[in-house]
């Protein structure tokens, strides 16, 4: 991602980029006030800002409802593409091989993804695509006047739509078992962990999956409810204090983190995650492990934040593939159609 400094003369509230805050902005929310995916459009204009990314560098996709709305918010200099109801990770996937310099933010809600787009978020995952995932994550369908998603917890009772019959759908479990090799949980009510996550991800080489809890004010507002600001903020369990810092050169350790132990991970581009182990040694490089945590907080109603799972070692989708230099939507007819010798020789060997 390209990087300036800032030109002599230039304000002293721009970024390494030469840019201010405004310029990672986008239009005035049309969301309910008080709306979690708000917060969270925010913490990614902040994320961007922080981190120097040149927002031309940066390509955003969506699908269908409240949480499809969000792109809107943020990057007003990006390009995006709003797609249809579940269908954004085929669209992502075709941008991302169009021009791999490029990093992807897609913001998906539970029933763009858990619901009719479970389908190609499981092959997004599974194909490490190199891009930051956000399920903006509220339990209702809000555009369409608050039905239960997939994620919606057994039991819950909401006005005009009786009671939930059926277990939930836990969008993390669903990246962890399809091979993701970043998966990640907040909160929108704790904006410090949303950015720091947000950071992480950006600097993830492959797809990096964060499910964020963002009530829904309108339809999903009470207190009891799982997907509530109340019930988030009581029942809150950081696996681990988190912060990024940018690119430096640092000894890693390499001992089992003990109680309490600080700890840096590598990303692949060498930026670090900063982890503080509150747990018994818990370990994000572990599925195994991320598994056991993720089932022990379902059974006791503990919404798990932080980052529950990260692999470096897997090649995103576009470096597995031998891609010219050249991003592909840049290549002209000359660079794509053979020459009349070669098809005169693909032609003597066929027939």
């Known amino acids: 991602m390209t990087e300036t400094l800032p030109m002599a003369g230039a304000p002293a509230n721009v970024n390494l980029a030469g840019l201010s805050k405004n310029d990672y902005r986008g239009a005035p929310t049309t969301l309910c ?10 913490q ?8 120097n990314i040149v927002p ?3 390509v955003k996709f969506s699908g269908i409802g409240c949480s499809s709305k969000s792109p809107t918010y943020f990057l007003n200099r990006s390009f995006g593409f ?12 075709g941008a991302l091989f169009g021009d791999q310099r490029l990093k992807g933010i897609g913001v998906s809600g539970d029933g763009d993804s858990a619901s009719i787009g479970m389908g190609q978020f499981k092959h997004i995952m599974r194909r490490n695509v190199n891009m930051v995932y956000i399920v903006e994550n509220n339990g209702v369908y809000g555009l369409t006047k608050g039905q239960f998603s997939a994620t919606a917890e057994k039991g819950l009772s909401l ?6 019959p059926y277990m939930p759908i836990d969008i993390c479990m669903e990246a962890l078992v399809s091979n993701a090799t970043f998966v990640a949980r907040s909160f929108a009510g704790n904006p410090k962990q949303v950015k720091e996550l947000l950071k992480a991800a950006l ?7 964060l499910d964020i809890i963002s009530p829904c004010v309108t339809f999903n507002n009470q207190v009891n409810a799982y997907h509530s600001y109340a019930w988030g903020k009581d029942h809150e369990e950081p696996l681990h204090e988190i912060s990024y810092i940018a690119p430096r050169n640092e000894i890693m350790l390499e001992n089992e983190m003990a109680e309490g132990e600080v700890r840096e991970v590598a990303m692949h581009d060498g930026s670090y995650v900063i982890l503080k182990n509150l747990e018994k040694g818990y370990d994000t490089s572990s599925r195994i492990e991320a598994m056991r945590v993720m089932e022990e907080a379902q059974r006791n109603a503990w919404m798990l934040t932080g980052l529950l799972y990260l692999d470096t070692s897997k090649p995103n989708l576009t470096s597995i593939y031998n891609l010219v230099d050249t991003p592909l939507n840049r290549l002209t007819e000359a660079d794509l159609r053979p ?3 070669t098809i005169d020789r693909v032609n003597a060997l066929m027939f």
Do not use: F, W
Not at 159 to 164: H, S, T, V
């Open 33 to 42: 006030q008080g709306c979690g995916h708000n917060s969270i459009s925010n």
């Open 44 to 51: 990614i204009v902040t994320a961007l800002y922080e981190m």
């Open 56 to 58: 031309e560098n940066v």
């Open 82 to 93: 709003n797609s249809l109801h579940g269908r954004m990770p085929s669209i992502a996937t």
């Open 159 to 164: 006005k005009k739509q009786g009671e939930n």
């Open 203 to 209: 600097s993830h080489d492959g797809i990096a999956l």
């Open 339 to 341: 020459a009349p010798e």
